[in-house]
């Protein structure tokens, strides 16, 4: 039976006439997501002092020789490939490893992993990397100081504040999807393939090398492009771990030109870095992109629940469960009981038995006295609500198009979702900044909301194609055959079905809006949009230590109970899988 | 009950434009068993979402009970959920969100004010009964077997007292033990109920054993309608003979036509064969001629008299416990037939096998 849209009444009672509402969903997905591109793309060639000066006559390639004639670009280059290279190996080393552990091992205590690994969605990347500054800075780092004191020496033993400092916790951070991403390839994987090598004559460690291992490389390659795609993306690690001592990548160098004191920012050269940013993201993108159609054709992952051989551990088995339970602890525990004891103690020190014992709440209470955390607390509020509700509902409209009707640009409107994937927050950031100073909406918290939302679009429209196509049509059918109109087969069948993923997606775009530091620190312009994120960044840039320790637990805390709501409803390893 | 007067489905695709139903007349008497049988493609399930108003055609005529639902010329087209009719998905389309009980009801729900509360309920345990999950009415849908998923989506189809049963390969998800139970079940429970009833197949064993009436379709059209006895007996054309029960085909020419009671003489290769031949044969055309195994004999066995004498070696035979299979080549076809599992055959061996003359049928070709 060939595969027909039409005839389904819930989008039929959406789409009445022709294909009005078809063209408006794509127009507005185009411009939406294309505006900001062209206003990136203007002004990189722009002269002007500002944007809002941009003008036709004032056009150069003059961002792009500077850009190109800077030592520092290609030093951005050196810097940047190690970060990434670095933090991808060391993520996809540990996660694989844990994969291994838990689907072709007998270690005991699986479930511990399994459970941990999606509560580190509730360790936002800036607090992570604060901490482990708190621990690991070559002055006033706990760990450090205890070293220095222990052996009685005034050098610090590991400087956190580079490149291979960065690459760490950027590759502790890629764990989680890098996980859930390779537990099925191993799982998914038909034991009878092996055995049919072993009975061809292949001995076992032959049988691993050309079988097992031939057969994930595709998987593999793809899920280490993905990893490479997030860690160059990512703005807050290298912003806390690098930027201080001017150790810059492709991210926060833009971010910097924008906020360079000494000078009026030259908007245009973060433009064209921005560009050059863009396009390597962009060809990571379409080599993952490649390498997933090809390793589809591997068809390794069948779906069917096949029962891999186990490994016997032996004595093993316990050092297995305790690598486990420290990546757990350096990734949620550690982080969080710094953000703790940072918030308790009058002031920053390290920990010792004489503190412990005057432990304060001042720093809550102080936060809570400001009038700036207030404001703050409910721009994030607004700011997080309004961004899942949007994501959620533009999601669900473009996937009912894409899944649904025969609309002649249906495919068009699927990759045109997807295009924001590719590109890293920054440079969305720079492009909306563009569009926003020119059609004069800088600096509202609604710019903030319309930038993640865009950028949201791509995993929501992924989540809800996979949810509208779970629903089979005939659902639907049934109801119409036992005399429900259109409008009742959608309350009735539709949105009961699809409700758990519209939960589920908004409660991950909240987690991921409410963390997010780099987009709205572009968009910031002071009290009227700071969001959370922003107030952490700025008062651990004025040496607040104390209250982002405080501001870090309430947010932490609220992040676990979000995380285990959205493990209560179900919501698809599917998704989070795509971030 | 339900009239379909010429009826076209056009419909495009991703892969191009398909003309799925192409012109199709039927009736459908009151209380009567409606079968349309057919491979895969044939049309059949869009001839049945048309009736159900969940395909627009694009020309013709459905009229239920007299009512028009769908009239090209007068431009009616009647949504399927204001057409007097039930249905059984092939998926069953069993509600997740809903347990037993809500699934059955939801058809009465949806009728408003209408149905009272303990109407409702009293109505819903009586469809359960029928079906035999009276005992389930709190289960969560998805925690049922394929057999209950099957009763309930039937249940559900025949709660409101539906005209017409709109059945779309019901049983094709049923392993085969149960569907064989389930084959005479369906059958006995739409006849107690007198429900007018049109069952899609592509099985021919369910066609034959459960219609008044079988269709059997192919490429969009009908091309055969009739009783399922005489429809075995009498297959107008090679597809329809090859499609329902097993026949062996054997190429012809028409040598002589005799008036009357419509036998014939078709020369073959291994000899001049008596057949029945089907209408509007004239000597010289070439023909096929169709005959059961079971009405292939050997000579041995037919006795003295028998008729439609052929020659052959036996090439295989298999045996299938209950009887044995043979094949016997016979110039460029095979015939297969049955004997008792105690007849000795052997592979080599020269036989002689009775076609029965008035069940063989010369088809044109």
Redesign the interface.
């Known amino acids: 039976m060939a595969t027909r849209a039409i005839e389904i009444p819930a989008a039929r009672w959406v789409f009445t006439k022709g294909m009005f509402w078809q063209n408006l969903v794509l127009l507005v997905t185009a411009v939406f997501v294309l505006i900001p591109l062209v206003f990136l793309v203007l002004g990189s060639f722009s002269t002007a002092r500002l944007p809002t000066e941009f003008s036709l006559e004032k056009m150069g390639l003059e961002n792009y020789a500077a850009v190109w004639l800077d030592p520092g670009t290609y030093r951005l280059f050196y810097n940047t490939a190690v970060y990434v290279g670095g933090a991808t190996a060391i993520g996809i080393t540990t996660a694989a490893i844990l994969a291994w552990l838990v689907e072709r091992t007998n270690m005991p205590g699986k479930i511990w992993l399994y459970a941990g690994i999606p509560m580190t969605l509730a360790v936002p990347g800036l607090l992570q990397a604060m901490a482990w500054v708190l621990l690991l800075s070559p002055r006033a780092g706990f760990i450090n100081r205890w070293l220095m004191d222990l052996f009685d020496t005034t050098t610090p033993f590991i400087n956190i504040y580079t490149l291979g400092g960065m690459a760490a916790i950027e590759g502790l951070r890629l764990v989680p999807t890098a996980f859930l991403m390779l537990v099925p390839l191993l799982r998914s994987m038909d034991p009878s393939l092996e055995e049919a090598a072993a009975v061809s004559g292949a001995p076992p460690h032959s049988m691993l090398r050309k079988i097992t291992l031939g057969l994930m490389v595709p998987g593999i390659a793809a899920v280490t492009i993905y990893q490479a795609m997030t860690a160059l993306e990512v703005f807050e690690i290298p912003g806390v771990l690098g930027m201080p001592v001017g150790l810059h990548v492709f991210a926060t160098k833009i971010y910097a030109i924008l906020q360079s004191n000494e000078v009026l920012p030259v908007f245009g050269q973060a433009n064209a870095l921005g560009m050059l940013y863009l396009l390597i993201g962009l060809t990571a993108a379409g080599f993952y992109w490649y390498l997933i159609r090809r390793s589809e054709r591997y068809t390794v992952v069948t779906g069917k629940g096949y029962r891999p051989r186990v490994l016997d551990l032996g004595k093993w088995r316990w050092p297995a469960l305790g690598l486990v339970f420290l990546f757990l602890f350096l990734s949620i525990g550690l982080p969080f009981l710094v953000m703790l004891y940072t918030s308790l103690v009058p002031f920053l020190q390290p920990p010792s038995w004489a503190v412990l014992s005057k432990l304060t709440w001042e720093h809550y209470e102080l936060v809570f006295g400001y009038p700036k955390f207030e404001r703050t607390f409910w721009n994030t509020v607004i700011m997080v609500v309004a961004t899942a509700t949007a994501t959620c509902i533009a999601s669900f409209f473009i996937s009912l198009v894409i899944v649904r009707t025969k609309f002649w640009g249906r495919r068009t409107l699927d990759q045109i979702a997807f295009v924001p994937h590719a590109i890293p927050g920054i440079v969305a950031g720079i492009a909306f900044l563009w569009l926003f100073l020119n059609i004069d909406m800088f600096g509202t918290i609604t710019s903030i909301v319309i930038g993640f939302t865009v950028g949201f679009i791509a995993y929501g429209t992924r989540a809800m194609n996979a949810a509208i196509l779970q629903i089979h049509k005939d659902l639907e059918e049934a109801a119409g055959v036992s005399g429900a109109p259109p409008w009742r087969t959608m309350i009735r069948v539709f949105f009961p079905l699809m409700l758990p993923t519209f939960i589920g997606l908004w409660i991950w775009v909240v987690l991921l809006a409410v963390r997010i530091a780099g987009l709205p620190l572009v968009l910031y312009e002071g009290p009227k949009n700071q969001v959370l994120a922003v107030l952490i960044w700025n008062m651990w840039d004025e040496g607040d230590i104390e209250a982002v320790g405080a501001i870090g637990v309430l947010l932490m805390t609220s992040l676990f109970v979000l995380v285990l709501m959205l493990r209560f409803i179900g919501f698809g390893r599917g998704v989070v899988q795509s971030r | 009950m339900i009239t379909i007067k010429d009826l076209h489905v056009r419909?495009?695709?991703?892969?191009g434009a398909?003309h799925a139903v192409r012109g199709i007349s039927l009736e459908v008497k009151e209380g009567e068993f409606y079968t349309l049988l057919g491979p895969?493609g044939c049309g059949k399930?869009t001839t049945l979402?048309a009736l159900?108003?969940?395909?627009?055609p694009t020309s013709g005529e459905i009229a239920i009970d007299g009512e028009p639902v769908y009239s090209s010329s007068r431009g009616v087209h009647v949504?399927?959920?204001?057409?007097p009719?039930?249905?059984v998905?092939?998926?069953?389309?069993i509600?997740?969100?809903m347990n037993v009980f809500e699934n059955v009801a939801?058809?009465l729900r949806?009728?408003g004010r209408k149905v009272s509360r303990e109407d409702m309920r009293r109505r819903v345990r009586a469809a359960l009964d029928l079906v035999q999950l009276k005992d389930l009415e709190d289960r969560p849908a998805p925690f049922l077997s394929g057999g209950q998923q099957q009763r309930l989506?039937l249940a559900?189809?025949l709660v409101?007292e539906p005209k017409v049963l709109?059945l779309d390969e019901p049983l094709s998800n049923l392993d085969a033990k149960l569907r064989e139970d389930t084959r005479i079940e369906l059958r006995d429970l739409v006849k107690r109920l007198g429900i007018t009833t049109v069952y899609v197949t592509h099985d021919q064993l369910e066609a034959l054993t459960m219609a008044d009436k079988v269709a059997v379709m192919e490429l969009g059209t009908i091309i055969q309608e009739s009783s399922p006895l005489d429809i075995y007996q009498h297959p107008d054309n090679r597809f329809v003979a090859g499609f329902i029960g097993q026949s062996n085909f054997l190429d012809g020419k028409v040598a002589a036509t005799r008036a009357g009671n419509g036998m014939g003489v078709v020369e073959t290769a291994f000899g001049a064969l008596k057949c029945h031949l089907a209408n509007g044969l004239s000597p010289g055309d070439p023909v096929t001629i169709a005959v059961r195994p079971e009405d292939v004999l050997l000579s041995v066995e037919a006795g003295p008299g028998a008729d439609n004498l052929v020659e052959g070696e036996i090439a295989t035979v298999v045996f299938l416990g209950e009887s044995q299979e043979c094949m016997v080549r016979l110039g460029q076809n095979v015939v297969r037939f049955k004997v008792h599992p105690t007849t000795s055959v052997a592979r080599g061996q020269a036989v002689k096998l009775s076609l029965t003359p008035d069940k063989c049928r010369a088809l044109a070709r």
Request: glycine fraction near 6%; hydrophobic fraction near 35%; aromatic fraction near 16%.
């Open positions: 419909y495009e695709t991703d892969e398909v895969s399930t979402r159900a108003g969940l395909e627009r949504p399927p959920y204001k057409r009719i039930g249905m998905f092939q998926s069953y389309a509600w997740p969100h939801f058809p949806e009728m989506a559900r189809a409101k709109l």
